[in-house]
């Protein structure tokens, strides 16, 4: 009988190689340590729910980046990732847009160390997301989470523009995280970038979403940079994007090396 530890160092062991489970198994075994078979394994796999998935992966996390060396807290980006499901439905299926022949889906939340390379990502916990799971409290804990494994507050919040909400925002100037987020290309966004292209607005101007009285609403720097694959004939709306940010940016440029290209 395997305990589940064992199993999940034999998944780390797998994930940390690049290996498929009969080999590293294998090896596993050929190095005189003790490994179940990848049948014993899939078995128990095959048997755990998302929930306690997610509970054994963040331990394990948990545990491995407890021994790191401490630094300079890297950037980090919060997503969203969905797993196509065709069983059942139950409360943690999420409804999304047709995908792999299913609108059904196992949602999770994750927030992952970044850097200039594939190697320096590293997802540090994951959530699972439900119909009713809010994404101001979701990026909230993400954030707490990855601050406690880090041992530090994360020097920089990067997010896809879904987070691009007054709640979202909001929270996070309140915390003092440091964020960009792509804006939502809306009418007065679109304006902005066109006015730019004109030469009728710097690259970064101060813009507040939501609700003119204190508490309705939420203030940031808009900042206009150029994408990386435009050409110079293109029309403003795809020569350029607008990030929302908290950071003070004169260059765009400099907004821009931030980001990583994926």
């Known amino acids: ?38 049948d014993t394994l899939f078995y128990r796999l095959e048997r755990v729910d998302l929930p306690e998935a997610l509970d054994a992966m963040n331990g394990a996390n948990a545990e491995l980046l407890g ?18 499901y065709y069983g059942r439905r139950d409360s943690m299926v999420v ?5 792999d022949g299913t609108t ?18 590293l997802t540090l916990y994951a959530l699972p997301v439900t119909q009713l799971s809010s994404k101001e409290k979701i990026v909230e804990r993400l954030v707490e989470e990855a ?7 994360p020097s920089l919040l990067l997010m896809d523009r879904g987070f691009f909400t007054v ?4 929270m996070l100037q309140r915390t003092g995280m440091r964020f960009i987020v792509p804006a939502v290309a809306n009418r007065r966004v679109k304006v902005i970038i066109e006015a730019h292209a004109r030469g009728e607005l710097p690259p970064v101007v101060e813009y507040r979403m939501g609700g003119e009285d204190e508490g309705e609403g939420v203030d940031f720097h808009l900042v206009i ?9 293109d029309p403003p709306s795809r020569k350029y994007i607008a990030f929302a940010t908290n950071v003070p940016f004169e ?3 400099d907004l821009v090396r931030r980001i990583p290209e994926e």
């Open 1 to 38: 009988v395997y305990p589940s530890e064992a199993l999940l160092r034999c998944l780390i062991h797998l994930s940390a190689r690049g290996a498929y489970a009969e080999s590293g198994l294998g090896a596993l075994a050929d190095e005189g340590r003790r490994a179940p078979s990848p």
């Open 67 to 84: 021994h790191a060396p401490s630094g300079v807290p890297p950037a980090v980006a919060i997503d969203y990732t969905e797993e196509p």
């Open 95 to 99: 409804r999304g847009k047709m995908k």
């Open 104 to 121: 059904y889906f196992h949602t999770y939340a994750t927030v992952s160390t970044v850097g200039t390379d594939e190697r320096a990502k």
């Open 147 to 153: 601050s406690s494994i880090l041992r530090a507050r």
């Open 167 to 170: 709640e979202v925002l909001s």
């Open 225 to 233: 940079a150029r994408r990386r694959d435009a050409e110079d004939g």
């Open 251 to 253: 260059d765009p440029e």
